[in-house]
C-alpha cells in the first residue's frame, strides 16, 4: 500500500516543466513511453511530447511484459532518433 501511494504521488507530480517551458524546448526531442509505466504514465508522456514543438513520441513494450524487447525497442528508438 505504501509503494503504491508513492508511485501514484510521483506519477501525479508531473515532468517538472510547465506547458509554457516545454513548448519553449527548440531543441530535437524524444519522448518514451509505454502502456503500463505507473511512474511515468502513458498519456503523461504523449502530452509532454505534444506540448513541445516538433517532439517525436515513441512507445515502446513495457518491461514488465518482456525486458529483452523493451530493452531493443528502448534502444531503436533512440537510435533512430540520433540518427535522424
Known amino acids: 500500500a ?3 501511494k508513492l508511485l501514484s504521488a510521483i506519477a501525479a507530480d508531473g515532468p517538472g516543466v510547465t506547458s509554457e517551458q516545454a513548448a519553449a524546448i527548440k531543441v530535437p526531442t524524444l519522448v518514451i513511453g509505454n502502456g503500463l509505466d505507473l511512474v511515468h504514465p502513458m498519456p503523461l508522456a504523449q502530452a509532454l511530447a505534444d506540448q513541445i514543438p516538433g517532439a517525436q513520441y515513441v512507445e515502446i513494450a513495457p518491461k514488465s511484459l518482456d525486458k529483452a524487447v523493451h530493452a531493443e525497442e528502448f534502444k531503436r ?3 533512430s ?3 535522424g
Do not use: G
Request: proline share 0%.
Open 81 to 83: 532518433f540520433l540518427s
Open 77 to 79: 528508438a533512440v537510435r
Open 2 to 4: 505504501t509503494t503504491a
